[in-house]
Every structure is written in structure tokens, then in C-alpha cells.
């Protein structure tokens, strides 16, 4: 057996010898505390940080940040949602039943009774704003000849 | 509840189902419950800002800013920190017995309340990133990229914001023992 290998062994038997070699509890407190008191900062944040470990909410307080969030989904600004709340509120709107008749009458050629109706409203609506015209110049002479006879009295009145 | 579980709610969440956003809060409060508590010193504040940055997170995800590259608790890690750090920014000095009460407090032991109370005080001094970076990598225990990642800055920067606030820090401490010795 050569020099190495006996060295080898050697060191083979202590590795195995020491293998379960702990520190007990002691020494790495007392190790703490040295590296600790060396640093009295962080000594302070970290005896802080283990006493405050424990904290945690209370079960409600789930409740109150999904209250506030659900609270915070109806105030939302107005986005692309609005769309579609649009969307819902105007569902519902129908034309009034003779919108199609109207529509029919101008696409199509064919007579319906309703298309009948809308086709002789035009001269209709003429008469009727000639004869409001007519009745507007009746009116006007009527209240000139009124003046000029309530004139006519009064002079004869004066000399009389 | 596995990270992959926690995406697909986010996922319906985007897909309009708010009720899918409960999931996500119910995984992961615990932590951001804590984290929000450290950063803000006390835990009416950390529930105010939690909540902000719940909201903040769900409007996110609605609006398909989370973009799955991180996982959903690193994003909203970030998201709940920097809700904290605009509250402190926010933040009047007030004096040290006005704490206001929380309004869902939880197991929040005298012990830590105690301890809350102390980070704040010892971190008063600090600018709410230096502040926030102290908490993530020494009370957190957070490596420095992690923290870097968290509050989307570079390694470099923290480690300079890092020894920025502890010499801060340090010189706070011994400018009260002098003054007390």
C-alpha cells in the first residue's frame, strides 16, 4: 500500500468518524447572538420580524376588499361594458306598428290600403294649408273694415 | 391552493368573473396581511392599504395588466407594497398613542402589536422606499433581488438603498444612546 492511499484511508475513517457531528442548540444561539450583537440594526428588525409573524386578518376581511371590489365593478368607468348595458336597456325598443307600412310605401310599387292613405296625404295637406291661408286673409280685411268704420264713428261723433 | 390554480382565477377574473378574485384574496392575505403590517407599522393602516392594493390588483386584472410572467403572488406583492408606500407618503405625523383601532383585526398578538409599534418608531426616519426595502430583506427575509423585484427596481439600486437606510439607521441609534447616556 503506497503513502497516498494509506492518507487517503486516513482521511476517509475521519470524514466517516465526524460524520455526524451537530452543533447543539447552544452554540448556534450563542453564534446568533455574536453575529447579532454585531449588528444591532439588524438584530432589532429581525427579533421584530419574528414577533409580529403571527399576524394575520381577521376572516372578514376577505368579505370587506370583495365588498369593495364588487362595489368598485358597479362605479367602474364607462367603458366597452357600456355597450353592452346599452345594448340590454335598448332591447326592447319596437317600431310602432305603422313604421313598416311607411317603409312599404316607399320601396314598394303595389297599393296597399295604408299606402293608399299615405299617397293622398299630400293633396290633402294642401288644402288644408290653402284653406288656413284663405281664412288668415279673411280675417285681416275683416279687421280693416272693422278699423275704418270704428274711425268713420268716431269723426262723425267729433262733429257732431 | 398551487401557483398554477392562483393564474387561472386570475384568468376568470379577467374574463369578468369577479367572484374568482375571493380565491385570491382568501391564498394569499396571510402574507400581505404581514407584509402590509410591517410596512405600515400598525395594522389599521396595513387593512387601509391592503385594501387599496386588493382593489388596485383586481382593476388590473380586469384591465389584463398582469401579464403572467411573474407569479401572481410576486405581482401582487408588489401591487400591496407600493399601496403601503403611497400611504406613507400620505401619512401625517401623528403621536405615538393615537393609533387608530382596525377595523377587522385579526390574530394580531399584544406581542406583535407591541412589535409593530417599534418597527414604526425605528423606521420613522426613513423615506417609505428605504423604508419598504429594509422591511422586504430584514424582516421579510427576502433576498435583495427579491426586494429589487418587488418594488421594480434593480439589485444595484437596492443594495445602495439598502446601505443608505441602515447607515441611516445605525446613526439614528447612536444619536439616542448619546443623547440618553
Redesign the interface.
Known amino acids: 500500500m503506497g503513502k497516498g492511499q494509506e492518507v487517503d484511508d486516513k482521511l476517509g475513517a475521519i470524514a466517516a468518524a465526524t460524520e455526524d457531528l451537530r452543533p447543539s442548540d447552544e452554540l448556534t444561539r450563542a453564534t446568533l447572538d455574536r453575529v447579532l450583537a454585531a449588528e444591532?440594526?439588524?438584530s432589532?428588525?429581525?427579533?421584530?420580524?419574528d414577533?409580529?409573524?403571527?399576524?394575520?386578518?381577521?376572516?372578514?376581511?376577505?368579505d370587506?376588499?370583495?365588498a369593495?371590489?364588487?362595489g368598485?365593478?358597479a362605479d367602474a368607468p364607462v367603458g366597452d361594458d357600456a355597450f353592452a348595458s346599452i345594448a340590454a336597456r335598448t332591447a326592447h325598443l319596437r317600431p310602432q306598428d305603422g313604421f313598416t307600412d311607411a317603409i312599404m310605401a316607399e320601396v314598394a310599387p303595389g297599393g296597399t290600403l295604408s299606402d293608399g292613405i299615405l299617397r293622398s296625404a299630400r293633396p290633402s295637406l294642401l288644402v288644408a294649408a290653402f284653406a288656413a291661408a284663405a281664412c288668415l286673409v279673411v280675417s285681416w280685411l275683416a279687421e280693416r273694415d272693422y278699423a275704418q268704420e270704428s274711425m268713420a264713428v268716431t269723426a262723425a261723433e267729433v262733429s257732431e | 391552493m398551487s401557483a398554477v390554480d392562483l393564474r387561472l382565477c386570475a384568468a376568470r377574473v379577467k374574463q369578468g368573473d369577479?367572484?374568482a378574485?375571493?380565491q385570491v384574496?382568501?391564498h394569499t392575505?396571510?402574507n400581505l396581511?404581514?407584509l402590509a403590517?410591517?410596512l405600515m407599522g400598525n395594522?389599521a393602516d396595513a387593512?387601509d392599504a391592503?385594501?387599496d392594493g386588493?382593489?388596485s390588483a383586481?382593476?388590473g386584472l380586469v384591465d389584463g395588466r398582469y401579464d403572467g410572467r411573474a407569479k401572481l403572488e410576486t405581482w401582487l406583492y408588489r401591487i400591496v407594497a407600493n399601496a403601503c408606500i403611497d400611504q406613507l407618503r400620505k401619512r401625517k405625523p401623528r403621536g405615538e398613542e393615537s393609533e387608530i383601532e382596525a377595523?377587522?383585526?385579526?390574530?394580531?398578538?399584544a406581542?406583535?402589536r407591541?412589535?409593530?409599534r417599534?418597527?414604526d418608531a425605528?423606521l420613522a426616519t426613513l423615506s417609505p422606499q428605504d423604508r419598504a426595502a429594509?422591511v422586504l430583506v430584514?424582516?421579510?427575509?427576502m433576498t435583495v433581488r427579491e426586494a429589487a423585484e418587488t418594488l421594480g427596481t434593480t439589485e444595484g439600486a437596492m443594495e445602495q438603498r439598502l446601505l443608505r437606510a441602515?447607515a441611516a439607521?445605525?446613526k439614528k441609534?447612536d444619536d439616542q444612546e448619546a443623547t440618553s447616556g
Open positions: 444591532p440594526v439588524e432589532s428588525l429581525l427579533q421584530l420580524g414577533a409580529t409573524r403571527a399576524i394575520a386578518p381577521a376572516d372578514t376581511f376577505t370587506a376588499v370583495m369593495r371590489i364588487l368598485s365593478v | 369577479a367572484a378574485f375571493r384574496v382568501e392575505r396571510v396581511y404581514r403590517a410591517r395594522v387593512e391592503l385594501q386588493y382593489v383586481y382593476r377595523k377587522f383585526d385579526g390574530l394580531v398578538s406581542e406583535a407591541v412589535a409593530l417599534e418597527l425605528m429594509i430584514h424582516v421579510e427575509g441602515r439607521l445605525r441609534g
